[in-house]
C-alpha cells in the first residue's frame, strides 16, 4: 500500500471514529422527559381513546404495522416506513396486502408479536361490542386472514387510495395473549387497560390518574433503543398549573402554549418555543336550517348572499392577529395547509366592508330606524353566536366578531357556553351560528362528515351547518376516489373553493401549535398531527443533564409494585 | 342520649336521600351525557354512540334510571365512573382521604390560627393591633378562594420559589427517593394548599371568637376573677376562652360544607388529586355516576359534621344535655 493511500486510510479511519464515538457519547440513552400536560389520559387502548394525552402515551407504547411520513402522504404506501410489519406485498388486484411481520418484534412481556395479533386487533376493533369510533374508520377492510406467524394479509372490499393508511396507521397492534380472555364490552375497565403491554420503543412503567405516567425506555427493542431512557407526564388539571410547572422547571415541555404565555417563557433564556403545523381549522358557522323547523331554511343564513355579506364584513387577518398574534394564520377553508392536497392560494372572499354593506342593502337588509341594526320586514338583523366557556381564545374570537359585524349594521349575541351544551345544541342544531373547530386526520376524508351532504342529513352527523352542495359532494368524493395526487389535489381544491363562496362558515384561524421546551432538549421534527412522533428520536446530551434525568428505570416505583408491571 | 343520636341519624338519611334525588335529576337534565363531549369527533357514528349508552344503561327511561341508581346506591354500590373507566368507589376511596387531609389541617390550623387572633384582638381591644388585625381578617374572609389561591401559587412557587408547583408529591422523583425524602416531599406538596385553605377559613373563626369572647367579658365571674387579681393574660385564658369556645363548636360543624367547597378550589388549582377535583371534572364530562358519588359523600361529610358538633355542645354544655 502506497504511504499516500496509507493516510488516506488512516484519515478514514479517524473520520469513521469521530462520526461513529460522537453520536454516541453525545446521543446515548439517557435523560428524563417531563411533559407537562393538563389533562389525564383517558384509558389506554388504541381503540378506545379519545383524548390527545392517551394517544400520546399509546403511539410511544404501541406499534403499528407501519409508519406514516412526515409529509402525511396517505395514498397508497408511499413515505410510510416499516414498523412491526419489516415489508409488505400488494396483491394483483391491489385488494389485499400481505403484510410481513419483522422476526425481532416483540411484546415488552417478552412473547413474540405474530400475524395473529395483527388479526385480533382487526377482529376486537371492529366487535360491536367494543365500541371503538376506529370500527368506523376502517370499514373498507372486510377481514385478516394469517397464512402464517409471519404474515397478516388484509382483504379490502374495494380498492381505494388510502386503503395502506387504513389498515396501518388506524390500528396500532395489541397482543391477543393478553386481551384474549377479556370480553371486549369490558375492556375499558380491564386491568390490561390500565397496564398496557405493547410493542413500542417505550413500555408502560406507571400510571397514577390525575397525576403522573410514567414510560421507559424499552432497550432491547427490536427498532433499537430511544435514546430518551423516560417519559413522564407530569399532569396537572389546572392549565395555569400546568404552565406554572414548566415555567419553573419542574418539567421540559408544555405542549400547547397560549399567546399571553410567550412573554413569560421569553424571561426565561434557558426555555425556548417552536412552532409547528397542525391539523386543526377554527370557524364560525351558520346553521343554514330554521333551528326551530328543520325543514325550512334559517330565516337569515338560509341566503347564500347574506353568508359572503357577512364574510366580507369580516377582517380575519386583523382578527387573527389581535387573538393569536402569531400563533394562528387565517384559515383557508375547511382543510389545513399541512395536506399535500391543500392548494394554499385557494381563492377567498375578500375583505370588503363597503362592499357587504352594499351587498346587505341590495337584500333589503336596511337600518330604517337608524339604531345601528339592520331590519327586513321588521325583522333585526340579529343572530346569537355560541361559544364554549372553556376555549379563552374563542370566546375572544366570537367578541371581535361581534364588533366586526356590528360595523356592517348586524347585530351578534354572544352566549358562551358549557361545552356538552354546545354539543348538544349543535347536534340538535338548535343554534343560529356557532364558532367551532376541527382537528383533523392526516386524511382528509373526514370532510365528507364535517360539511357534506352525508354528515348534515344522518341524525348523528357532524355536519352541523346543514350545508349541502352536490357539486362539493361530488369532488370530494371524486378527490377521495383518485390514485392521481395531481387530481387529487385539483378535485380538492374544486370542492374547498365551492364551499369557500358558498360561505356556510366564516374560515376564521388555523391554529399553530407552540410548544415550549427546555434548552438541553434536543428535538426531532414535530409532526403535524402528532408532536410526539418522534420523541424515540429526542435526547438530552450527557453533559446537560439533571439529576431528574438519572433517576434509576431499573427500579419499580414503588406505587407499581405488585401491579402486573412489565 | 341514645334517642336524640337515632333521630339525628334518622334525620341525616333523610336529607342525603333527598340531596342525591335532586343531584339525580338536575345532572341527568343537564344537556349532554358523559358521551357527548369526548366523542365530539365526525369519525364517531351514532352506532357507537348507541352501543356505549346502551352498555351503560343511559338509554334506559330517566324513571327506570333512578330506580336502577339508588336499587345499587342502596347495596353500597356507587356505580361505574365513566371518565375514570372503574368503579366510582375506587375513585373516591383514591381521592377522599387526600381531601380528608387537607381538611383536617385546615380545620385545627385555621380554628387554631383564629382562636389566637381573636385572643391577641381582646387582649388588645381597641388597639392599633386590633384594628389591623380586624381589617387583615375581613379582607381575607373577603377575598374568594380561587383568587388567593392562584395568586399564592404564583408567588410561592413561581415568584418566590419556595414551594412546589402543585400535587401530592413530586411525580417524577418521589418514588424513587427514600423514606425521609419522602416525608419532606409530602410535606413540602402540602404546605401550600393546606395553608391556603386555613388562611381562608381563619378570619371566620377569629370574628366569630372575638365576637365570643366580647360577650362573656362583662360576665360575673370574669369581674371575680380579675378582683382575685388574675392577669388579663390568666383570665381570657383560663376563665373567658373556656366559656366562649362553646360557640365555636356550633362553627366547627358549619365550617364543614364550607372547608369542603373551599377545598374544591384549592384542589383544582393546585392539582391536588383530591374527591373536589375529581367531582368538578366529572361535572364538565358529565360522569353521572362519579358527581352523585361525590355529592352523597360531600352531604354525609357535611350532615356528620353537623352532628359531631351537636354531639359535642350537648357534651359540653350540660344544658343542652338535660333538654
Known amino acids: 500500500m502506497a504511504p499516500l493511500n496509507r493516510t488516506r486510510l488512516l484519515c478514514a479511519m479517524l473520520l469513521c471514529a469521530c462520526v461513529g464515538t460522537e453520536p454516541q457519547s453525545g446521543k446515548s440513552l439517557g435523560g428524563t422527559l417531563v411533559i407537562s400536560t393538563g389533562s389525564n389520559p383517558d384509558i389506554l387502548v388504541p381503540a378506545l381513546l379519545s383524548s390527545v394525552q392517551a394517544a400520546q402515551i399509546v403511539d410511544l407504547v404501541y406499534d403499528r404495522l407501519a409508519n406514516i411520513g412526515d409529509s402525511l402522504n396517505i395514498l397508497n404506501d408511499a413515505g410510510f416506513t416499516p414498523r412491526l410489519a419489516d415489508g409488505w406485498t400488494w396483491g394483483r388486484d391491489s385488494l389485499t396486502i400481505a403484510f410481513h411481520i419483522d422476526p425481532r418484534a416483540k411484546w415488552h412481556d417478552g412473547a413474540p408479536v405474530r400475524s395473529n395479533d395483527v388479526r385480533f386487533t382487526f377482529q376486537s376493533t371492529t366487535d360491536s361490542t367494543l365500541g371503538s369510533g376506529t370500527a368506523a374508520l376502517i370499514s373498507n377492510i ?20 388510502q386503503q395502506f393508511y387504513d389498515a396501518t396507521f388506524q ?15 369490558s375492556w375499558r375497565g380491564s386491568e390490561a387497560a ?6 413500542g420503543q417505550y413500555r408502560f412503567v406507571r400510571w397514577i390518574p390525575g397525576a403522573v405516567v410514567e414510560l421507559a425506555a424499552d432497550t432491547a427493542n427490536y427498532r433499537g433503543s ?30 400547547a402554549l397560549r399567546l399571553e404565555n410567550l412573554p413569560e417563557v421569553a424571561r426565561h433564556p434557558e426555555l425556548k418555543t417552536k412552532k409547528y403545523r397542525g391539523l386543526g381549522y377554527i370557524f364560525a358557522q351558520f346553521n343554514l336550517r330554521d333551528p326551530v323547523n328543520h325543514s325550512r331554511p334559517h330565516p337569515i343564513f338560509g341566503n347564500r348572499d347574506l353568508r359572503r355579506a357577512l364574510t366580507m364584513a369580516t377582517d380575519r387577518v386583523t382578527l387573527v392577529r389581535s387573538v393569536y398574534d402569531s400563533l394562528a394564520i387565517p384559515a383557508l377553508g375547511p382543510t389545513v395547509r399541512a395536506y399535500p392536497t391543500t392548494d394554499p392560494n385557494l381563492a377567498q372572499i375578500p375583505f370588503d366592508l363597503a362592499r357587504a354593506r352594499q351587498l346587505l342593502d341590495s337584500l333589503g337588509w336596511r337600518d330604517a330606524n337608524g339604531d345601528g341594526i339592520r331590519e327586513r320586514n321588521g325583522r333585526p338583523l340579529q343572530f346569537s353566536l355560541i361559544v364554549p366557556n372553556s376555549s379563552r381564545p374563542r370566546v375572544s374570537v366570537a367578541v371581535l366578531l361581534q364588533e366586526q359585524l356590528r360595523q356592517a349594521g348586524v347585530k351578534v349575541d354572544v352566549e358562551q357556553l358549557d361545552f356538552p351544551v354546545l354539543i348538544e345544541r349543535e347536534r340538535k342544531r338548535a343554534f343560529d351560528a356557532a364558532i367551532g373547530q376541527w382537528n383533523t386526520q392526516p386524511s382528509p376524508g373526514s370532510i365528507r362528515g364535517t360539511w357534506g351532504t352525508a354528515g348534515s342529513r344522518a341524525s348523528s352527523g357532524s355536519n352541523y351547518s346543514s350545508y349541502e352542495n352536490p357539486i362539493f359532494d361530488a369532488n370530494v368524493d371524486s378527490a377521495l376516489s383518485s390514485f392521481n395526487p395531481a387530481a387529487r389535489k385539483a378535485y380538492f381544491t374544486r370542492a374547498y373553493e365551492t364551499i369557500i363562496q358558498d360561505a356556510p362558515a366564516i374560515w376564521l384561524a388555523e391554529p399553530l401549535p407552540t410548544v415550549g421546551y427546555h434548552s438541553r432538549l434536543q428535538l426531532a421534527p414535530l409532526r403535524s398531527d402528532a408532536y410526539w412522533a418522534h420523541i424515540p428520536d429526542w435526547w438530552i446530551p450527557a453533559d446537560k443533564r439533571i439529576p431528574r434525568d438519572n433517576a434509576p428505570t431499573s427500579i419499580v416505583p414503588a406505587e407499581s409494585a405488585g401491579k402486573k408491571t412489565p | 342520649m341514645l334517642r336524640y343520636l337515632g333521630g339525628r341519624l334518622v334525620q341525616a338519611v333523610v336529607i342525603v336521600a333527598i340531596v342525591a334525588t335532586i343531584t339525580f335529576a338536575l345532572i341527568h337534565l343537564a344537556p349532554g351525557d358523559p358521551f357527548s363531549g369526548v366523542m365530539d369527533n365526525p369519525n364517531v357514528n351514532e352506532r357507537v354512540r348507541t352501543t356505549l349508552r346502551a352498555q351503560y344503561g343511559l338509554d334506559r327511561p330517566l324513571p327506570e334510571q333512578f330506580v336502577r341508581y339508588f336499587g345499587l346506591l342502596a347495596r353500597g354500590d356507587l356505580g361505574w365512573s365513566f371518565s375514570h373507566d372503574r368503579p366510582v368507589t375506587e375513585v373516591l376511596a383514591t381521592t377522599l382521604p387526600n381531601t380528608l387531609l387537607l381538611m383536617a389541617i385546615a380545620l385545627t390550623g385555621s380554628f387554631a390560627l383564629g ?16 384594628h389591623a388585625l380586624s381589617a387583615i381578617s375581613l ?22 420559589p419556595l414551594f412546589p408547583v402543585g400535587g401530592t408529591v413530586d411525580a417524577v422523583t418521589h418514588d424513587y427517593m427514600g423514606l425521609g425524602e419522602r416525608i419532606v416531599d409530602r410535606l413540602r406538596h402540602l404546605a401550600l394548599p393546606a395553608l391556603t385553605l386555613t388562611v381562608l377559613a381563619s378570619p371566620g373563626v377569629a370574628r366569630y371568637q372575638r365576637a365570643a369572647l366580647l360577650d362573656v367579658l362583662p360576665a360575673d365571674y370574669i369581674r371575680t376573677a380579675r378582683l382575685k387579681g388574675l392577669t388579663e393574660r390568666e383570665i381570657l385564658r383560663r376563665h373567658a376562652l373556656r366559656n366562649a369556645l362553646l360557640p365555636i363548636i356550633s362553627l366547627l360543624g358549619l365550617s364543614f360544607p364550607a372547608l369542603l367547597t373551599g377545598a374544591f378550589f384549592i384542589e383544582k388549582i393546585f392539582s391536588w388529586p383530591g374527591m373536589g377535583l375529581a367531582v368538578i371534572t366529572a361535572i364538565g364530562s358529565r360522569d353521572y355516576n362519579l358527581v352523585m ?31
Not at chain 2, 391577641?120 to 393591633?129: I, K, M, N, P
Not at chain 2, 379582607?139 to 418566590?160: K, N, Q, R
Open chain 1, 142 to 161: 372486510d377481514s385478516v386472514t394469517t397464512p402464517d406467524s409471519a404474515t397478516a394479509v388484509f382483504w379490502f372490499h374495494a380498492r381505494s387510495p
Open chain 1, 171 to 185: 390500528m396500532p397492534i395489541i397482543p391477543e395473549h393478553i386481551w384474549k380472555g377479556v370480553p371486549p364490552a
Open chain 1, 194 to 199: 390500565r397496564h398496557p403491554i405493547g410493542s
Open chain 1, 226 to 255: 430511544p435514546k430518551l431512557s423516560r417519559v413522564i407526564w407530569s399532569i396537572a388539571p389546572d392549565f395555569n398549573t400546568a404552565v406554572t410547572r414548566f415555567l419553573s422547571g419542574e418539567t421540559d415541555f408544555f405542549e
Open chain 2, 115 to 130: 382562636i389566637l387572633i381573636a385572643l391577641v384582638q381582646v387582649a388588645r381591644r381597641g388597639s392599633t393591633t386590633d
Open chain 2, 139 to 160: 379582607f381575607f374572609f373577603s377575598i374568594p378562594d380561587f383568587w388567593l389561591a392562584i395568586l399564592a401559587l404564583l408567588a410561592f412557587t413561581y415568584w418566590l
Open chain 2, 293 to 323: 358519588g361525590g355529592v352523597i359523600l360531600g352531604s354525609i361529610m357535611v350532615t356528620a359534621g353537623s352532628l359531631l358538633a351537636d354531639l359535642l355542645y350537648a357534651w359540653a354544655d350540660p344544658r343542652i344535655r338535660a333538654r
